[in-house]
């Protein structure tokens, strides 16, 4: 049984539930009326109204389950930096679990906050931003799925999930920089102005590097569908013979979800708080919030291209597998993150542009190759 | 992007302290700069004028957090050049053993200020906990962990604890183990010295001109040095390096003050040995007689200097303060002009600013 399934059924038995209702109104009522409401139970009855309540319903399951796991990936990222950094990491608020639940004590701190909007922001944009940068952030996550059965599919047919949907995600990931610009512009502050400008100048060069080394993917993978690629490397991971691409990508990624040494959108040394400075209460708790979003859909996007996916042995369910090497990756990030300086933005653009595309561009000549030996 | 200014501060993370940097930039190149002092300004020198010679050592204390024994040492030492004091050689070793670890004890809170500037947020904690080391130390010596209040004129406040020194000397052990370890972390790290090299060139002509001192001079090359110099105290009994470098860049300042670390645990070890047994403190008069008294020090980060006018009475006529900051941060347009906005983290923390002493 898949995803589809499972929410397929759950909607069919609710629909059903609710049918004795209407069905009894149909009865009971006389005329045009009792007509009306056997018609919207045949309409909730029919296939087509299922099949899409069934898609939002997995819809929901797969952020809940990926916003659950944001929970600990903001957890790891605490306890993590304490034990790099010689401290012990949130511990009272859930003692017995290990600070787990200082998140939760964190976002119900934020939520009591007052909401400010500064007197001289474009309340348009203001607003806007965040909404933009959250809901593609959820797009991206709700895009991947942890295994062949667990994702947001179109049918019954376990692995047919959204057609394209590693172009989709690599997409929607590349919206995020619109919306922080966007902040940054409409906050009406210069730092948040700088920072925003900065985040435009590490979207354009690190987005190709990026996308030409999920190209190498695709083209080894000969489809654009997660569970194709990851079927692909059934015998072996890309990242070994991609070993550069996945170098590149990790890099991308950094700069992309904005880890420390590539973190100059909110480089709180020089820039106060970079774009998120005029962002308070419980809108910075989702700007922090979806930056672990980000983080987490780069672990994914990682595992999904070069490690195999959910492929493992099968003592381990295959959903624990991808979400076993999403972790690892993420922790990698984190371990970046808090032992290297920040770079500037002009050796960050330089080794974007000299570096890395020449990279990634060695990266793709190599998939090709192999493409064209019939390796793969 | 048009040219606009920016003000980096009061309030602002790059600014340790309460200071303002107006910046002129052109998209992210910076143009201009305009430092703004004042606004920690308590009144210390005026405040001074009403209390008594030994009143005055506490505010001296207050005058830089980071580094408040040298401040408090230069002022007894101002006091006793007007008063014409003998200080009992045990005192004079003590205090030079503790005006070196406050030495290292400030270098390392710039170094993790510093770091932490960069982004490099492992950096700030290590040295921090490095500098509790030596603040225990501090606490066992004077009984304060920031605001010490231990040298007084005509000697220091007390003897030296029980097995204080064994504890100074396995202190200093560990903090070599923890120099080597630091030199080896940041300059082992490309991006450290990607953000360092070649930023912030501050000429051999410049530095003098603009009356720069300490170690952002000795960064530009100039081997100046008060405690090689002119000697006070019992310096010249010490066997110690005036570490300079010639790059003139972020690094070469980096550089000197974790050779200045160095020279300072050699120091320590010298003056623990040669410390002879004795007396620590005389009695001092309450009065001063009229004339004028001077002293100056090396502080950490400057040339830090005291001129004292004594009316007879047991309170100071005026007391003027030479800070090395307020000085020093004069020097920021000439350095800033040219490089990038990330930049200036890197060059305003390379001069190590102390706010509290120069806005007195």
Redesign the interface.
């Known amino acids: 049984m898949n995803l589809y399934e499972f929410s397929y059924g759950i909607i069919h038995w609710l629909v059903n539930l609710v049918n004795n209702l209407w069905y009894w109104l149909g009865d009971v009522l006389p005329g045009l009326l009792g007509d009306f409401f056997d018609a919207i139970g045949r309409f909730a009855a029919s296939h087509g109204h299922m099949a899409v309540m069934a898609m939002l319903v997995e819809s929901l399951i797969v952020i809940i389950v990926a916003l659950i796991n944001v929970l600990n990936f903001i957890w790891i990222f605490r306890k993590l930096s304490g034990r790099i950094f010689d401290f012990y990491g949130p511990y009272y608020v859930g003692y017995r679990i290990g600070g787990w639940l200082q998140n939760l004590a964190d976002g119900v701190k934020l939520l009591v906050k007052e909401i400010i909007v500064p007197m001289k922001a474009d309340k348009m944009g203001y607003l806007l931003a965040p909404v933009i940068y959250i809901g593609s952030s959820i797009l991206i996550v709700g895009i991947i799925p942890f295994s062949e059965n667990f994702g947001i599919s179109t049918t019954r047919e376990p692995g047919q999930y959204v057609p394209g949907a590693a172009l989709l995600a690599l997409a929607v990931f590349a919206i995020a920089p619109f919306s922080i610009l966007l902040a940054g512009w409409s906050s009406n502050n210069k730092y948040t102005l700088i920072g925003g400008m900065r985040s435009a100048a590490q979207m354009m060069s690190y987005e190709i590097p990026l996308l030409l080394t999920a190209v190498s993917v695709f083209l080894l993978a000969g489809s654009l569908s997660f569970v194709d690629i990851v079927d692909a490397q059934h015998d072996i991971w890309f990242g070994i013979p991609l070993l550069i691409g996945l170098v590149v990508f990790m890099v991308c990624l950094a700069a992309e979800v904005e880890i420390i040494p590539f973190d100059l959108p909110e480089a709180e040394a020089e820039l106060v708080e970079g774009w998120t400075t005029e962002y308070g209460g419980m809108r910075f708790g989702l700007f922090y919030f979806t930056t672990a979003i980000r983080a987490y859909a780069g672990g994914a996007l990682v595992t999904a291209f070069f490690l195999g996916g959910w492929q493992g042995p099968a003592i381990i369910p295959d959903e624990i597998w991808f979400l076993i090497k999403a972790y690892i990756v993420y922790v990698i990030f984190q371990w970046m993150t808090w032992s290297l300086p920040r770079v500037r933005v002009d050796q960050m653009l330089g080794v974007g542009w000299k570096r890395l595309l020449p990279l990634a561009v060695l990266n793709l000549l190599i998939a090709a190759a192999m493409k064209t030996l019939g390796w793969f | ?1 048009a040219e ?1 200014w ?1 003000n ?1 501060g009061p309030q ?3 600014t340790h302290g309460l200071w303002n940097l107006r910046i002129k ?1 052109d998209g ?1 190149t910076i143009v201009d700069a305009q430092p703004e002092v004042g606004y920690l300004h308590r009144g210390i020198e005026k405040l001074a004028e009403g209390k008594t010679y030994t009143q005055i050592i506490p505010i001296a204390d207050r005058l830089c957090y980071g580094s408040s024994m040298t401040w408090s040492h230069l002022y007894c030492l101002t006091v006793e050049n007007l008063m014409g004091l003998e200080v009992p050689e045990r005192a004079e070793y003590i205090r030079v053993m503790a005006i070196e670890m406050q030495r290292i004890a400030s270098h390392l809170m710039w170094l993790a200020a510093y ?9 700030f ?2 040295t921090m ?1 490095d500098r509790e080391v030596l603040i225990d130390l501090f606490q066992a010596l004077t009984g304060g962990r920031l605001t010490y209040n231990y040298p007084r004129i005509g000697g220091v406040a007390h003897d030296l604890p029980a097995n204080f020194e064994r504890d100074a000397l396995r202190a200093v052990d560990y903090m070599e183990t923890r120099l080597k370890q630091y030199e080896d972390m940041f300059e082992g ?1 490309k ?2 010295m ?2 360092n090299v070649g930023i912030g060139i501050l000429k051999k002509g410049d530095a003098v001109n603009l009356g720069v001192t300490g170690p952002s001079l000795r960064a530009s090359g100039v081997s100046y040095d008060l405690r090689k110099d002119m000697p006070y105290s019992v310096y010249p009994e010490m066997d110690f390096a005036v570490a300079t470098h010639e790059d003139c860049d972020c690094y070469a300042r980096y550089r000197v003050r974790m050779d200045e670390m160095w020279e300072s645990c050699k120091i320590i070890r010298q003056s623990l040995k040669k410390m002879p047994k004795g007396k620590w403190r005389i009695v001092a008069p309450r009065t001063a007689p009229v004339g004028t008294g001077l002293g100056r020090v090396e502080d950490p980060r400057g040339e830090g200097m005291m001129y004292l006018v004594g009316d007879g009475t047991d309170r100071p006529y005026r007391l003027k303060i030479r800070s090395p900051i307020f000085v020093t941060v004069s020097a920021a347009p000439k350095i800033l002009v040219g490089y ?6 890197a060059i305003m923390g390379g001069l190590d600013m102390c706010i509290g002493e120069a806005d007195r």
């Open positions: 992007m606009m920016i980096m602002h993370p790059m930039v992210e770091a932490s500037d960069l982004g490099l947020a492992a950096g904690t290590y906990r790290s991006i450290f990607m953000r990038k906005l990330a930049d200036v983290v």
